[in-house]
């Protein structure tokens, strides 16, 4: 196709988009992306999160080499109930148990 045809077609369809358009309309292509909870600018709460998890996982490392203890739990203890494996069920019993008096019935 020569370029005197392809602009003649671009000049076309501009013509048929403008006879179906209103003044105010935006198409698809023209409206602004979600950012998936995430803010427009430079600003990222996955940001905040991450330097968040890598603090949490700094201090971890810094009590499991000095020993020190946070209330009364040391590195090793929180170790041991990440490791620990839950009885979903019966803590879903004592959650009703414990909720019981305050849900309606």
Partial sequence: MRME??????????????????????????????????????????????????????AYVFCDKTGTKVYQYTAEDVADEIARTYDYNEAREELVQVLAPVLPK
């Fill in 5 to 58: 045809e392809v602009n003649a077609r671009k000049d076309y369809i501009q013509k048929v988009r403008q006879s179906f358009d209103a003044p105010d309309r935006n198409y698809e292509f023209q409206y602004e992306t979600d950012t998936k909870g995430e803010a427009s600018d430079d600003f990222s709460f996955f940001k905040v999160r991450m330097l968040i998890a890598v603090l949490i996982f700094a």
